[in-house]
C-alpha cells in the first residue's frame, strides 16, 4: 500500500511540474495575437483534429515538426504559442520544447485547447 501511494505522489508531482513549465495564455489573448499576426501559433493536435479546425494561422506539428527551424522566424523571442485539444493533454509539450531547444523563450500555453477554443465560439479555420 506504501507503494501506491508513493507512485500516486510522485505521479502527481510529476504532472504539478508539467503543468507549469509553460506560461499559460488566454483564448482571448491567443485570438488577438492571431488576428494581429503577432505569434507563431502551434497546433499540437493529430493531422485529423488539425484538418478539422484549428486556430486561424496556426501550424500543424506533425506537418513542421521534421524541419521546425524553417517554420520558425529567426527572432528567439517571438512569441510562441501552442496547444492541443483540452486542459488535460500534454500533447502541446512535444511542441513546446522543440521550440525551446532551439532557442525560443517566450513560449506559451493555451490551456484550454482545441476544445475550449470552440466552445468560446472562436472562429476555426480547415486544415489542408
Known amino acids: 500500500m506504501t507503494k501506491f501511494f ?31 499576426k503577432t505569434a ?20 500543424s506539428f506533425a506537418a ?17 504559442i501552442a496547444y492541443c485539444g483540452n486542459p488535460q493533454c500534454p500533447a502541446y509539450l512535444k511542441a513546446a520544447k522543440a521550440a525551446q531547444k532551439l532557442g525560443y523563450t517566450n513560449i506559451k500555453h493555451m490551456t484550454a485547447g482545441i476544445t475550449g477554443w470552440n466552445e468560446a465560439k472562436m472562429p476555426t479555420e480547415p486544415g489542408k
Do not use: R, W
Open 6 to 36: 508513493t507512485l500516486m505522489a510522485a505521479m502527481l508531482l510529476t504532472a504539478s511540474v508539467y503543468a507549469g513549465e509553460f506560461a499559460d495564455i488566454s483564448i482571448q489573448d491567443v485570438k488577438v495575437a492571431a488576428t494581429a
Open 40 to 59: 507563431v501559433i502551434i497546433d499540437a493536435n493529430s493531422p485529423d483534429c488539425y484538418k478539422a479546425g484549428h486556430v486561424p494561422g496556426a501550424l
Open 64 to 80: 513542421i515538426k521534421d524541419n521546425l527551424t524553417a517554420s520558425l522566424p529567426a527572432d528567439k523571442t517571438t512569441l510562441i
